[in-house]
């Protein structure tokens, strides 16, 4: 087997694993869910934190 078929068929296992724990456990299904919604009013967090990683660890690297 080729590389591609190795990562085809382990990408396939994780959606599988992850379509089969969503349907054995619905709470989890609404967590993600609320997550998500809430990831949609905040995304400016993530922003801002983002923005903040980088300038502390970004803006003052060397060129190499």
Do not use: S, T
């Not at 660890?57 to 060397?62: A, E, I, M, P, S």
């Amino acid at each position: 087997m080729n590389p591609r078929w190795i990562a085809f068929f382990k990408l396939l296992a994780v959606l599988i694993a992850v379509v089969v724990l969503i349907l054995l456990f619905p709470p989890a299904l609404r967590f993600v869910e609320m997550a998500a919604r809430d990831l949609v009013y905040f995304w400016w967090v993530i922003f801002l934190a983002a923005l903040g990683i980088w300038l502390i660890w970004g803006l003052g690297r060397k060129k190499k």
